[in-house]
Nanobody, 124 residues
């Protein structure tokens, strides 16, 4: 059974940084497009960032562009989200995602596998 496991969430002050990690249980996911989504209190789940199979293409939500960086390590079958200059509005449960298609389609919400989520809290 495919599992995505996130880690790295926590409490940080506004302006601080966190790095989220997502590991995959199945080696086949190293060939998948990977992404991050988030869901804040009372909000719908929204796209944050995505990275292609090769790592050569990335995409970001406008709200995080310039502050967040997505990367992947195929050897470790892991994906990371470096979050800098965090704002209170970034507080949410962050979900790792995997999709057998492209960056454009995972951005549209086409996800084959979800992680269980990790909480990010940003204090003002």
């Amino acid at each position: 059974q495919v599992q995505l496991v996130e880690s790295g969430g926590g409490l940080v002050q506004a302006g601080g940084s966190l790095r989220l990690s997502c590991s995959a249980s199945e080696r086949t996911l190293s060939t998948y497009t990977r992404g991050w989504f988030r869901q804040g209190p009372g909000k719908e789940r929204e796209f944050v960032a995505a990275i292609s199979r090769s790592g050569g293409t990335t995409d970001y939500a406008d709200s995080v562009k310039g502050r967040f960086t997505i990367s992947r390590d195929s050897a470790k079958n892991a994906v990371y989200l470096q979050m800098n200059s965090l704002k209170p509005e970034d507080a949410a449960v962050y979900y790792c995602a995997a999709h057998g298609g492209f960056v454009t389609t995972i951005r549209a919400g086409r996800v084959d596998y979800w992680g269980q989520g990790t909480q990010v809290t940003v204090s003002s």
